[in-house]
């Protein structure tokens, strides 16, 4: 099929392409959401400006749409962006939606009205799982916002790795810290995995915390060549 991946750079948006991707689907382009509103329901804030990295990473095109980012009226936004893309023959949308109805819901609702199929790959897969699943396949993931109680300024920047989701379980157990951050608790970017050609470093960062929450502001990077040293 010919689809496109609603994508923010993080995990669940890069798992979902690996998966359209382990299918054998023809990648048209990934669809970014930028909203002005920090506060947006539907889309991923933090560092969203990283995913013109991970497009030239993939060698991908990306589609950014800029939305006000209000309540309901940001899938207008989107629905806009979606019929386009019909239109130069795309079939399926995929998401990385892994527990929230109001998001997926949503997004089922627009591809219904535009005769699109909405495919969620991680849909309710086990949080555990799915973090040590991301792990062992290579994807390099560091959090790039927290706005959870347990979640410090500490977690910013840091890499997911087995330790660190040793730690989110007794997170979950103590606070009921989502271990793959479905409730907001945390955003993450993705600086490496299989499907990336060349990886992402940050030369520059600064963590920005605000009472209880706070993000890990990237200010410069660059793509790096990945060499296969075995051979």
């Given at each position: 099929?010919?689809?496109?991946?609603?994508?923010?750079?993080?995990?669940?948006?890069?798992?979902?392409?690996?998966?359209?991707?382990?299918?054998?689907?023809?990648?048209?382009?990934?669809?970014?959401?930028?909203?002005?509103?920090?506060?947006?329901?539907?889309?991923?804030?933090?560092?969203?400006?990283?995913?013109?990295?991970?497009?030239?990473?993939?060698?991908?095109?990306?589609?950014d749409i800029s939305t006000d980012g209000i309540k309901e009226k940001e899938l207008d936004d989107l629905e806009g962006v979606l019929r386009r893309?019909?239109?130069?023959?795309?079939?399926?949308?995929?998401?990385?939606?892994?527990?929230?109805?109001?998001?997926?819901?949503?997004?089922?609702?627009?591809?219904?009205?535009?005769?699109?199929?909405?495919?969620?790959?991680?849909?309710?897969?086990?949080?555990?799982?799915?973090?040590?699943?991301?792990?062992?396949?290579?994807?390099?993931?560091?959090?790039?916002?927290?706005?959870?109680?347990?979640?410090?300024?500490?977690?910013?920047?840091?890499?997911?790795?087995?330790?660190?989701?040793?730690?989110?379980?007794?997170?979950?157990?103590?606070?009921?810290?989502?271990?793959a951050f479905e409730g907001g608790e945390a955003e993450t970017l993705v600086l490496d995995a299989p499907i990336y050609d060349r990886r992402i470093?940050?030369?520059?960062?600064?963590?920005?915390?605000?009472?209880?929450?706070?993000?890990?502001?990237?200010?410069?990077?660059?793509?790096?060549?990945?060499?296969?040293?075995?051979?």
């Open positions: 099929m010919k689809s496109v991946i609603l994508y923010s750079g993080g995990k669940d948006s890069t798992m979902a392409l690996y998966h359209a991707l382990e299918n054998g689907d023809d990648i048209y382009a990934l669809i970014t959401m930028v909203s002005r509103n920090k506060e947006s329901y539907m889309f991923h804030v933090p560092d969203i400006h990283m995913v013109d990295y991970c497009s030239a990473a993939m060698e991908i095109p990306s589609i893309v019909k239109q130069k023959g795309v079939e399926a949308v995929y998401t990385g939606a892994l527990e929230s109805v109001y998001q997926k819901s949503r997004i089922e609702a627009i591809c219904e009205k535009l005769d699109l199929k909405a495919i969620s790959p991680l849909w309710h897969i086990n949080p555990i799982d799915y973090m040590n699943q991301l792990v062992d396949l290579g994807f390099e993931i560091i959090i790039t916002g927290v706005a959870a109680y347990g979640l410090d300024e500490k977690w910013l920047g840091q890499r997911i790795t087995k330790e660190t989701i040793n730690k989110l379980e007794k997170l979950n157990e103590k606070y009921h810290v989502h271990p470093v940050i030369d520059d960062a600064e963590i920005l915390w605000n009472v209880d929450n706070g993000i890990y502001n990237i200010k410069k990077a660059h793509l790096e060549e990945k060499y296969d040293y075995s051979i």
